[in-house]
């Protein structure tokens, strides 16, 4: 086989293997796991609540977009078809109680009816940010085994 | 001193009156859909928080935008970066009136057809919106549907010029609640 062909069908190659590789690890690339996603903070919830009450745009500067280990005594677990929802309540306001919201990730869903109201729970997730009564943390996962 | 007794009860009793027409939500759900040539964008957020004064027909939400769930990570990381920029602009929000609000009875299980309108606040702008929707009564529980369409330029929201053709400049959003009164 005459050289030039050799070097047209290894670029030719080449260029298959890095286009597969650009789609499936930029283009098609998965979400993070959040479940193993080391957590950039780790506090109390209450201390949580606070610093979003007391200076927001710091908190959502510090906080928003980074994985949350919260721990504390939950207020109370809402569930319905889809979601699962662990919520540490810190104060009543305008629209009712007013904390921390946490949606479980799916494979947490089944598990959660074991903790109870006044359950100690730390609990990990992405943080969304405050919305002015809550703050948000989705895709969470429990940390601690037993209630 | 008994005068300030029976203003007292009647202040105490105006607030509840109040608060039992107050229905709310902290599950809302908005989810948008764009067409595009390439590749449709859908994404849904669940954490929607809603709020409806039933004696008066004021209404809230509020979004927070780093919620928004994509099915692939690249489209949530342009959306959120590029697009409404959502360290700059973490929420989004729509307040306003259903002006229509007297045709409903709650005491009554039915559907009716409602007009909302009021600001609606994304990447920092605020423009006017009148839209259409309907709420639904069941056993004093509140189901509000909407879908209504807005153009992305009017929030300032720019399309990068390689992808300008691959992008729709507009955006259906569709909302669906369910309110239950709250019991302060």
């Known amino acids: ?147 | 001193m008994k005068k300030i007794i029976i203003v007292f009860f009647i202040m105490a009793f105006l607030s509840l009156a109040v608060n039992a027409q107050k229905y709310i939500t902290k599950t809302g759900k908005i989810s948008f859909f764009s067409s595009a040539p390439l590749e449709n964008i859908e994404a849904v957020n669940d954490q929607v928080n809603a709020a409806l004064d039933f004696s008066t027909g004021d209404f809230v939400f509020k979004v927070l935008m780093k919620s928004f769930e994509f099915p692939k990570s690249l489209m949530q990381e342009h959306f959120n970066e590029n697009y409404v920029e959502s360290d700059k602009y973490p929420d989004a929000s729509f307040t306003g009136k259903i002006t229509n609000i007297k045709d409903i009875n709650v005491a009554n299980n039915n559907t009716v057809i409602v007009q909302a309108q009021g600001d609606l606040t994304i990447h920092g702008v605020t423009k006017k919106i009148n839209t259409s929707g309907t709420i639904g009564i069941k056993n004093g529980v509140l189901t509000g549907y909407s879908k209504f369409t807005i153009l992305l330029k009017d929030y300032n929201i720019s399309i990068p010029k390689t992808v300008v053709n691959n992008i729709s400049k507009t955006i259906e959003i569709t909302v669906n609640i369910i309110l239950n009164k709250l019991n302060n």
């Open chain 1, 1 to 147: 086989m005459k050289t030039w062909l050799k070097i047209l069908l290894i670029l030719f190659f080449m260029g298959i293997i890095s286009a597969f590789l650009v789609y499936h690890f930029v283009i098609n690339k998965p979400h993070p796991d959040y479940d193993k996603e080391p957590a950039k903070y780790s506090l109390k919830a209450n201390e949580l609540f606070n610093q979003f009450t007391s200076n927001k745009k710091e908190s959502e500067k510090k906080y928003n977009g980074q994985v949350v280990e919260i721990s504390g005594k939950c207020t109370s677990i809402e569930q319905n078809d889809s979601l699962a929802v662990v919520v540490f309540s810190f104060k009543a306001g305008m629209f009712g109680d007013e904390g921390i919201r946490c949606t479980l990730l799916p494979k947490y869903k089944s598990g959660i009816t074991k903790y109870k109201k006044d359950s100690e729970i730390k609990i990990k997730g992405f943080c969304s940010g405050y919305n002015d009564t809550d703050v948000i943390l989705i895709k969470c996962s429990i940390q601690n085994k037993t209630p």
